[in-house]
């Protein structure tokens, strides 16, 4: 039997979802063509040189992440994997941090040794998300989310108001100052007491366990996860025990957190309620979601991206440069035509010299003011108004602007989207130099928070996701 | 003959409606049954109160002669029933050959802790997992077969989802198969394939199958026996050509008095 001209059409659709489009394709050919072992030694290897190149100050940034990372690993697998919106996830966090504290403090005062508090935090941790799992046996989507969502908040209300044990003179989980002085991790006498230290520490960590979530995710348990997340009934009618698996997935997500939990805790030699809110969760919910939701490589990817932007984001000068590859980056993506993208850049450039020009001749000199040290003030001289007086009433109303530009831009196509871009690319120019580069603390959460718009917008599926499909 | 099922005095009532009567059937080792009615005659209410969805109200249901009323779909299916869903329930965001290989999950061993080190016991059980996926979907020829097996389900065609969802149920190593509306939504050809495809899961894979279908013809050319429900009640039983002639139903297919004109 022939297959020719069965359906080519869809014998040949493998070979256009590999065949990526776009600016990103290259970068995309070239992660699909490393194998995952190779991937992996790459990523060690260039981790491992990080601590190398950059201050004390970076090498704690690079802990953050590695922490984050692998909570996003965690949660990948309850939520990306098994399909079950916990929100209730930074509880199993928090919980494996004040456990930490609490055996290794002069809390209670207990000084376990590490190869007995580290076992059992996680043994501890791991059973209570196999308890908070129940309500997903009943409850999915939405419902659940709520009802993890209490657990959350619950866990910190706890830890801050309900502190005291009966028999116990002092307070377990120090309320709301928490708990100092917990001890770093030692292992056969070796002090995890630096920044460097615990760093490799947690690549070590992460790479077991990115190496373990592999496996699992392409064995018997990763399938059955994914089955239940595509159709709960139809699992349960092909032999899946799905609330045994359901209470696995909370269990094993759980363990990850309360060992980042407690890891996070000897790093910073202590522990604070207001390290585990739910502004918390939503990092790590952020980091899975722009990585990819499902994906082992996204959601590292992810955690890098969103731990790292708001670091790099501290110093204007980096601000500037993201704010300007950023501007570059969204026109690549929504000009898809060059015809188009070399106009909207020309148009830019000859607007702002007329723009400066007809401004100058209304009003007079009087009106400019030095331009700021940033990055890119020296080149900008000339074609920017960079306003002395008035400077905050005009950047408010120019600020308003940009926004209505943004939402035109949305609502149009062709060149009237190309019109449009033009004022609202240079407003957005005039303000960001005028205002924003003056207010690194505002700028910084609203560029993140851009970022991940424009992200989500570009890819909804997250960077290295693959999409998914729920019609029938 | 020995019954593989046996239903006896089947009751089950939404509210104030009762969807399925004082039902008996059998169903023997290496029997082609087929149940048809109108449409909310109980038929797959029936189904799903086999497959441990719904609990009768009243009345047994037998597998090799033991009760599994109160079973969970999940030990009902480890119990060697499998079934397909009349509106298609394939994992749509796996690829083909995962749909299957899911279907094992029952049937194998590895723990957890054996696939992340990827021990030498789990990666032989892997190993055999794909290999029995693929020897199911080979049953139906090439349309499953080669590239397909790493497309996600929801590239396939209506159809293919169908037969994928029989390869799935397939792979649970049933002994009764239970189909509900195999041939819903396929073209004249296909239909006339899924009539030749059924027999040759019985007499090929040695399944006993129970299948609801509308399609006559299907229902003719693959039935050992037909029973036909109405408003939940069994109106006729017997070979095909009796109940096709049987006045009770063509009276609820096409009204009352229309068996004597």
Do not use: C
């Not at chain 1, 939402?407 to 690319?425: D, E, N, Q, S, Y």
């Amino acid at each position: 039997m022939s297959h020719i001209g069965v359906d080519r059409w869809v014998e040949e659709s493998g070979d256009r979802q590999e065949h990526h489009t776009g600016w990103t394709a290259p970068a995309r050919r070239l992660f699909d063509k490393v194998r995952p072992g190779w991937r992996l030694a790459i990523f060690i290897a260039l981790v491992s040189i990080y601590p190398l190149l950059v201050s004390q100050a970076g090498v704690r940034i690079g802990i953050t992440v590695l922490v984050l990372a692998m909570l996003a690993l965690g949660l990948n697998i309850v939520v990306g994997w098994a399909g079950l919106l916990d929100l209730g996830y930074v509880a199993f966090y928090g919980f494996g941090a004040y456990f930490y504290a609490v055996v290794s403090s002069d809390q209670l005062p207990a000084h376990w040794p590490t190869w007995v508090s580290i076992p059992v935090v996680v043994a501890a941790t791991a059973l209570l998300g196999a308890l908070l799992s129940l309500p997903s046996r009943r409850l999915v989507g939405d419902y659940l989310a709520i009802m993890t969502l209490f657990f959350a908040q619950v866990f910190v209300e706890i830890v801050r108001n309900y502190s005291r044990l009966p028999g116990v003179e002092t307070d377990i989980t120090g309320g709301p100052n928490g708990i100092t002085g917990v001890d770093p991790l030692s292992l056969f006498g070796f002090q995890f007491n630096t920044f460097s230290r615990n760093f490799y520490l947690l690549v070590a960590l992460l790479a077991l366990l990115i190496v373990s979530l592999h496996h699992i995710n392409d064995s018997r348990t990763g399938r059955a996860w994914r089955a239940l997340r595509e159709d709960t009934l139809a699992a349960e009618h092909m032999t899946t025990p799905v609330n045994r698996l359901k209470m696995l997935a909370f269990a094993v997500g759980a363990a990850i957190a309360g060992l980042s939990g407690a890891i996070f805790a000897a790093v910073q030699v202590g522990v604070f309620p207001n390290n585990f809110l739910l502004v918390f969760l939503i990092t790590v919910y952020a980091a899975l979601i722009l990585g990819g939701l499902g994906s082992i490589p996204g959601a590292i990817i992810g955690a890098i991206a969103v731990a790292f932007t708001p670091e790099i984001l501290r110093s204007p000068g980096a601000a500037g440069w993201l704010f300007y590859i950023g501007v570059l980056a969204l026109l690549l993506v929504v000009l898809k035509q060059r015809a188009r993208l070399a106009a909207v850049i020309a148009g830019v450039v000859a607007f702002g010299y007329v723009f400066r020009m007809v401004a100058l001749g209304i009003w007079d000199e009087t009106i400019l003011g030095t331009a700021n040290d940033t990055l890119t003030g020296g080149i900008l001289d000339g074609w920017l108004l960079i306003l002395g007086e008035h400077q905050d009433v005009v950047t408010n109303y120019a600020f308003v602007l940009v926004i209505v530009g943004v939402l035109g831009v949305i609502v149009t196509k062709g060149w009237w989207r190309v019109a449009i871009f033009v004022p609202t690319i240079y407003l957005a120019v005039f303000v960001w130099e005028n205002k924003l580069a003056l207010q690194p603390s505002v700028t910084r959460q609203l560029l993140f928070g851009g970022v991940l718009m424009v992200m989500m917008a570009v890819r909804p599926q997250g960077l290295l996701g693959t999409r998914r499909v729920e019609i029938t | 003959m020995t019954p593989i099922l046996e239903i006896k005095g089947l009751h089950k009532a939404f509210g104030g409606l009762n969807v399925v009567r004082d039902l008996d059937l059998v169903v023997n080792t290496g029997e082609v049954v087929s149940v048809i009615g109108p449409n909310g005659a109980g038929k797959t209410t029936l189904f799903n109160m086999i497959s441990g969805i719904y609990e009768p109200d009243d009345g047994d249901i037998l597998l090799d002669g033991a009760s599994i009323v109160g079973f969970s779909p999940e030990q009902i299916s480890n119990l060697g029933v499998a079934r397909t869903f009349q509106t298609l329930r394939v994992f749509l965001n796996m690829t083909v050959r995962e749909n299957v290989m899911a279907a094992t999950y029952g049937a194998t061993k590895t723990r957890m802790w054996q696939s992340a080190l990827r021990t030498p016991a789990a990666r032989r059980e892997e190993d055999e997992v794909r290999r029995r996926a693929e020897e199911k979907l080979a049953f139906f020829g090439d349309r499953l077969m080669g590239y397909r097996w790493d497309q996600p389900a929801y590239s396939l065609s209506y159809a293919n989802r169908r037969r994928l969802e029989i390869a799935r149920a397939m792979a649970t190593n049933p002994r009764l198969l239970m189909l509900d509306e195999p041939a819903a939504g396929m073209n004249p050809v296909e239909t006339h394939e899924i009539t030749g495809l059924i027999g040759r899961l019985r007499e090929e894979a040695g399944y006993s199958i129970l299948v609801i279908e509308h399609d006559m013809h299907v229902v003719e050319g693959i039935s050992d026996r037909v029973i036909a429900l109405d408003h939940g009640v069994k109106i006729a039983e017997g070979a095909f050509g009796d109940v096709a002639e049987d006045p009770a139903v063509i009276e609820a297919y096409l009204g009352y008095g229309a068996a004597t004109k």
